[in-house]
Every structure is written in structure tokens, then in C-alpha cells.
């Protein structure tokens, strides 16, 4: 019999749901280019999470706005501090949101995995389309009341809870469109976490100084309009979403199996995955690259203005300690700007590395990432010591570039090791690694620092020993990545324990019409709404970092 796709409407038989998985499976004709920009949309609206910190300093003075005199209590308690209608919130306070947001990312991820997997990413999509936009709309609400609690509870810990599934839902369906490309396509989503800030942080500056009055900050209007944006964005994306059928497979494709000993055609079960070694070595490469990439940016503006001081502004002969206010504010935005250049290569690398990646393949991908990034970091000092703020820079934006290569590599490896059935669920599950990372790098770099300028360290000297710890991170995570193997076949399910497939193909393998089409109108259009707000999130960025080389 030809191959075709089974009709789910027989009669006799009750429709699917609008929300379940086999209602979103594919027919003949679908454009699987049309999936990429479904997942990119709802990225860049939950990478926002990185910028979120364009909001806490408005909101540190939000009751001071039209008032003669701050409205500032230096011994609030953090209990009265979630409570209190009449003193300004502390910054540090405020920043806990982001802290709750990212560990309830690892947490929501490795919980709801396995459920996505089950659900199918439009209802996943959709969970998180609410939970997210909903967060920053509790957000404009606690704002608005003068409420932190109601802040934390909508941008920390429901947004949170929507930055998880929103992070792992296109994963294993784009793995499963792009067999051919894993790298790429993960790259593809994952690139627009890293641009989600780039777009959203002047965006909300732009707003907040639309909004802003004699008598208000303007931050509750800016997060409720945004938060009914990225509802509608999300939205698009999430119902732009489907699935191929069971066994499907591009024209002309053949599994590379036989090639790479990596690629597996086999299917680890998720409650599997987790006992074996394969899966904990993955675990701590991610949070040993993550840590050290994560240490830099906790510290770059600081980083740049410490060893390179006056030289930044032409005055070499100046150390930091030494600079007056006016210079600083100088210098001050000389690293903003360096900031600007390392999240535009973060968010390059995630597309470029894992692009790279299906050619060359993941385990040479991530060889590099560590034996390079060893390299670089251990080299940086020496660019500080020379004074060359070039080649310091140069560094840096190959490091990070590396960072965010690390993130968008992951998953198309996961598929490589574990089969693609719950590559999804798996990965949600080795995002732990980024929770993890999140504490250990900043605490560490921060703490070594400190440790510096207690014992009178300064100038280029001043993060030498951090940068050498660092690159001690990158050679255990060389070394994680030397031992990871091919998985032996008792990890493997049977055929019998494959799950149900949402639809059926009478003849596995073969496109059967669907997955062609390439740049259609369709495509082009849907590409070019999530393409032009990047483009000016892009030209945003460079104009900053401009400020750099002048």
C-alpha cells in the first residue's frame, strides 16, 4: 500500500482535542520551516528573563517619583520589605525575582519534561505563553499595589514556571524536523533566548520613558503592555506548532548511525536516562561551561573597568582607583558596552556552534568549546598584562560565544545519546546543571575576586588567579567530555516499549509530502516577523557597543 497518512477523522472515530498532540501532527504539504520561527517566537519572548534588571532601579525609586524627599527605610526587614506600601524597595530585593525565575526554570523543566513529552509542545507552548505573560502581568498588579510578594509570585515563580516549558518545548520537535540538521535547528530556538533581552530591555526602556509622570515610574504600564504582548507572541508560536508523524523522515535522509558511533538510532526511556553515566557527564559539562561563562558575565562591566582604569578613555597612566566621577560615568559606559558585545556574540555563538556542531559533530563541538576556552581564559590575563584592551576584548567575545554555543549544542547531543523520544523531558531534566551554574559561578568568581581586593590586588592583576580558576572549570569539563561513550544496548527500549505514535505512517521512513517547501511565502512571512525585531535588537546592541573603540 502507498504511504500515506491514516485519516484521524474516520467515522466512528471521536476528533482530538484542539490542544492535543495528535491533533497538531502533520499532513502532506506542511513546511517544516514554518517550525523554527514558532519556537524562535516564543524564545525571544522568554529571554526576556535576562533583562529583566532594566526594571530595578525605577522600581527601587517608584514612591519616590514626585515626592521632595526619597522614600527610603535603611533597617527594612526582608518581611516588612515584601509588605510595605510606603518605603522604596531595595534593589537586592528586587533582584531575588530573577534568582526565583531561573531556579524555578531548572525545577519546572526537569518536572514537567516528561508531561511535555505526552502533551505535545501546543499545549506546552500555551502553558507557557500563559504562565509567562501572566507573570509580568501579577508583576504590573504588585507594582502597581506596591507589593514585592505579588512580584516574586508573578515574574518569579509563575514566570518562572513559564521560562521552563517554554525553554524545553520546541526541543524534541525540532529535533524530530531536522534529523538532518539537529545542531542547527536547536540553534535556531535556543538563539532566541539569547536575543529575547537584546529586543526586550530597550523595548522597556523605550516604554518606561513613555509611561513615565510626574507622579509615576511608569514600570506597572510598561510590564502590563509587555506582558500582553509576549501573550500574543507566545500564542502565535505555540499554535504555529506540529509535529511530524511517526516514522517520518526528510527526502533522501538516511539515519547516520552506521557513520557516527554517537548517533544512536535507538531510544532511552526518561526514567532511564538518569542512571546512566552518560547522562551525569553531560550534566556537569553543561554546568562547568555554564559556570564559567555565567562568572564572566556577573563580572564584565567591573572586569573591564578595574584593569584597563583610565586607558579606556585615553589615560593609561590612571588606575580605576584614581578616577573621578566624571570619568567613571566615562568608563561606565565604555563596559556597558563591552556588556552589549559579549550578549551579541553569546547569541551568535548559539546559531554558529551549533550549526558547526552538525558537521563536525558534538563531542569534537564541545572538545573546543573546553580546550579553546582553556586557552583563552588562561591567555587573558596576559592581554590585560600587555595592556591590550583589543585582544582582551577578542577573548572574551570567543568565550562567550562559546557560553551560548554550550546551551544551544546540548540538545541536538542529548538526541545523539539518548534517541529523540524524550529528548525533550531529559533535557528539561539536565537543565539542573543551569540552576546549579547559576549559584557556583557567580558565588565563585565573586568570592576569589573579593578575596583580591582584601589582600590589595589591583589593576590587571586583580582577576588573574578567578580567570585561571575558570579555565580550571573548562579542563575537568574537557575531560567529562573525553568519557563519554556510546551507550550500550541494555539502555536501549524495544520496539514494544515504544509509546503509541500520535499518528500513523502505513510505510515508516519517506517525506510522504511532508516537510518540503522551503522558503515559501508562508515561510518568508513568518521568518520575517521574528527576523526584523532581532535585526533591531542587533543594530541596538552594536550602536552601544560602538562606544567601545572610540
Not at 158 to 169: C, D, E, P, V
Not at 400 to 412: D, K, Q
Not at 529 to 540: D, N, Q, T, Y
Request: glycine share 14%; with cysteine.
Amino acid at each position: 500500500m502507498d504511504a500515506r497518512v491514516v485519516d484521524r477523522d474516520t467515522k466512528g472515530a471521536s476528533a482530538p482535542g484542539f490542544l492535543t498532540r495528535e491533533r497538531i501532527v502533520a499532513r502532506a504539504g506542511f513546511n517544516r520551516w514554518l517550525v523554527p520561527p514558532a519556537a524562535l517566537a516564543i524564545h525571544l519572548c522568554i529571554g526576556m528573563s535576562y533583562g529583566l534588571s532594566v526594571f530595578w532601579l525605577p522600581l527601587s525609586r517608584a514612591l519616590s517619583v514626585g515626592r521632595p524627599a526619597p522614600a527610603a527605610c535603611p533597617d527594612m526587614g526582608l518581611a516588612t520589605a515584601l509588605v510595605t506600601t510606603t518605603c522604596d524597595w531595595r534593589v537586592s530585593d528586587l533582584v531575588l525575582t530573577f534568582s526565583i525565575g531561573i531556579v524555578m526554570l531548572g525545577l519546572s523543566a526537569a518536572l514537567f519534561g516528561g508531561w511535555l513529552e505526552r502533551a505535545g509542545p501546543r499545549k506546552a507552548g500555551l502553558a507557557a505563553a500563559l504562565c509567562w505573560s501572566g507573570g509580568f502581568l501579577i508583576g504590573a498588579l504588585g507594582v502597581y499595589l506596591h507589593q514585592l510578594w505579588l512580584i516574586w509570585l508573578g515574574m518569579g515563580l509563575i514566570g518562572g514556571i513559564g521560562l521552563g516549558l517554554g525553554y524545553i518545548s520546541p526541543v524534541s520537535t525540532l529535533v524530530k524536523w531536522f534529523p538532518d540538521r539537529r545542531g542547527m535547528a536547536t540553534g535556531m530556538a535556543i538563539m532566541g533566548f539569547g536575543g529575547g533581552a537584546m529586543i526586550g530591555s530597550p523595548l522597556a526602556d523605550l516604554l518606561i520613558t513613555r509611561f513615565k509622570g510626574s507622579d509615576s515610574a511608569g514600570v506597572w504600564q510598561t510590564l502590563a503592555v509587555m506582558g500582553a504582548g509576549y501573550l500574543v507572541v507566545m500564542l502565535c508560536g505555540a499554535f504555529g506548532y506540529r509535529v511530524p508523524p511517526a516514522g517520518w523522515r526528510p527526502d533522501g535522509w538516511t539515519p547516520p548511525a552506521a557513520r557516527n558511533r554517537m548517533i544512536t538510532s535507538g531510544h532511552v526511556h526518561l526514567r532511564d536516562a538518569h542512571r546512566t553515566p552518560q547522562f551525569w557527564l553531560l550534566w556537569a559539562m553543561l554546568c562547568l561551561n555554564v559556570s564559567a561563562g555565567i562568572g564572566v558575565l556577573a563580572l564584565a562591566s567591573p572586569m573591564l573597568q578595574e584593569i584597563f582604569g583610565g586607558a579606556l578613555i585615553g589615560h593609561p597612566e590612571v588606575g580605576f582607583g584614581q578616577l573621578d566621577a566624571g570619568a567613571r560615568a566615562q568608563v561606565a559606559a565604555i563596559a556597558a558596552g563591552f556588556v552589549g558585545l559579549l550578549s551579541l556574540f553569546n547569541i551568535l555563538g548559539r546559531f554558529f556552534w551549533a550549526t558547526l556542531s552538525d558537521r563536525i559533530g558534538r563531542k569534537l563541538t564541545y572538545a573546543t568549546f573546553f580546550a579553546l576556552g582553556c586557552v583563552l581564559y588562561a591567555a587573558a590575563p596576559w592581554a590585560a598584562g600587555i595592556g591590550s584592551k583589543a585582544l582582551f576584548v577578542l577573548f572574551f567575545c570567543v568565550i562567550l560565544s562559546m557560553y551560548g554555543g554550550g546551551f544551544a549544542t546540548i540538545p541536538a547531543y542529548l538526541a545523539d545519546v539518548f534517541g529523540t523520544q524524550f529528548v525533550g523531558a531529559i533535557h528539561g531534566r539536565l537543565l539542573t546543571a543551569w540552576s546549579t551554574a547559576g549559584v557556583v559561578g557567580p558565588l565563585v568568581v565573586t568570592a576569589i575576586r573579593q578575596a583580591q581586593v582584601d589582600a590589595g590586588v589591583q589593576g590587571a592583576a586583580l582577576y588573574g588567579r578567578t580567570l585561571l580558576i575558570l579555565a580550571g572549570f573548562l579542563a575537568a569539563g574537557f575531560v567529562a567530555n573525553l568519557l563519554v561513550r556510546p551507550l550500550a544496548e541494555r539502555w536501549f527500549m524495544k520496539a514494544s516499549e515504544l509509546p503509541a505514535a500520535p499518528a500513523a505512517v502505513e510505510s515508516q521512513g519517506g517525506a510522504d509530502g511532508i516537510g518540503r517547501g522551503g522558503l515559501t511565502p508562508a515561510a518568508i512571512l513568518a521568518w520575517a516577523a521574528v527576523g526584523l525585531p532581532i535585526l533591531w535588537g542587533v543594530w541596538i546592541t552594536l550602536a552601544k557597543a560602538l562606544i567601545l573603540f572610540r
